[in-house]
């Protein structure tokens, strides 16, 4: 049987999060539709368009609430191309018989490379050098800083934390890890609290994963904890940090500086208030973007979507054990 597929990117999102090679892959095992619109798909618009559909492959601003489900009877299973599930109604779509599938982190190496030429520009004022001189300005000549015989504290030590870790010990930064939940294995790594890390850091990169647990796991009392020639980076979540508490603490040269690729706008972009800060440095939610990032993770819906036309639960499946709407 040929089932319907809709593809919720926007044009613009598909030539950025899926491509033509993983849209062809994805044509050859079913019908697909293509939403058309600029604007990502609300709760009502998601209900119109997938009608008649199968199963829906969604970028990440594209939510799932209960009423997407409650809306389309026809609808076997959401495959979202992203990690992120949370604006997904997983226990809506459970409730409807209705499969629910997560693709794997195949960011890992582009976020861990994008950590490093943070803690690079911070080091040695990259960004602010290039600013001045397009602007027409003499950039202050500053005394920069190595990475080498440096500290640096990793908050979250899953597949990115690893990697990241794996890469600084070679240019002889020493690592500090936190992470409750993790074991470490690698003798050369400091497994400790999450205080102590903040204290003996002088670079923190935030990568644990966002919960209700982790909301404003960086507060004023962590950050309190920073020494005033530390950095901060954050490749994780925004909803991870209270964005105040490090506003004032940059504003007032409390911490050296800081770097983002994530915030609290939309579609988890820095928040403007911290990018415009003259010891910030903020990039627009790129971490995964790069080729081979996207790939792996459209790919992965097409191979979920050929899985799930033989009636099998595929890998990043989050609720098989509820799925009765099989083909």
């Known amino acids: 049987m040929t089932l319907k597929v809709l593809l ?71 495959v979202r191309c992203a ?7 997983v226990g809506a779509a459970s409730a409807a018989g209705v499969l629910v599938t997560r ?13 490093l030429g ?12 290039a600013a001045d001189y397009h602007g027409g300005r003499t950039p202050e000549v500053v005394m920069g800083r190595q990475l080498a015989g440096s500290r640096i504290g990793i908050i979250g030590y899953g597949s990115i934390g690893r990697y990241l870790a794996r890469v600084v010990q070679p240019l002889g930064m020493t690592v500090f890890v936190a992470d409750p939940f993790a074991r470490v294995d690698d003798a050369n790594i400091h497994h ?19 919960t209700k647990d982790t909301e404003n796991l960086i507060n004023a009392a962590a950050l309190a904890l920073l020494q005033p020639h530390a950095f901060f980076v954050n490749l994780s979540r925004g909803e991870l940090v209270d964005e105040a508490a ?3 603490a940059l504003r007032e040269g409390r911490i050296a500086g800081a770097a983002m690729d994530v915030g609290r706008a939309r579609d988890q972009m820095p928040s403007a208030e911290l990018a415009c800060l003259p010891n910030v440095i903020a990039t627009p ?22 899985a799930i036309i ?15 709407r099989r083909p």
């Open 285 to 306: 939610h790129i971490g995964g973007l790069t080729p081979p990032a996207i790939e792996a993770q459209a790919f992965e819906t097409v191979r979920q979507v050929a």
């Open 192 to 210: 400790v609290g999450l205080d102590e890390l903040m204290r003996r850091a002088d670079y923190v990169v935030c990568l644990a994963v966002a």
């Open 310 to 324: 033989k009636g099998e639960a595929p890998p990043g499946a989050v609720n098989a054990d509820r799925w009765t």
């Open 118 to 129: 943070f803690l690079i520009d911070l080091s040695r004022g990259i960004s602010r050098a």
């Open 83 to 89: 990690v992120d599930i949370r604006n997904v109604d």
């Open 8 to 78: 919720t990117h926007t044009p613009q999102s598909r030539r950025q999060y899926y491509g033509e090679q993983a849209l062809a892959g994805l044509r050859d095992q079913a019908n697909v539709a293509l939403h058309e619109g600029d604007d990502a798909l609300d709760a009502a618009g998601l209900v119109e368009a997938a009608r008649e559909t199968d199963v829906i492959v969604a970028d990440r601003l594209t939510a799932a609430p209960a009423e997407v489900f409650a809306g389309l009877p026809k609808l076997r299973a959401f």
């Open 246 to 248: 490090l506003a004032a």
């Open 103 to 115: 693709a794997g982190p195949g960011f890992v190496q582009s976020v861990a490379e994008l950590a």
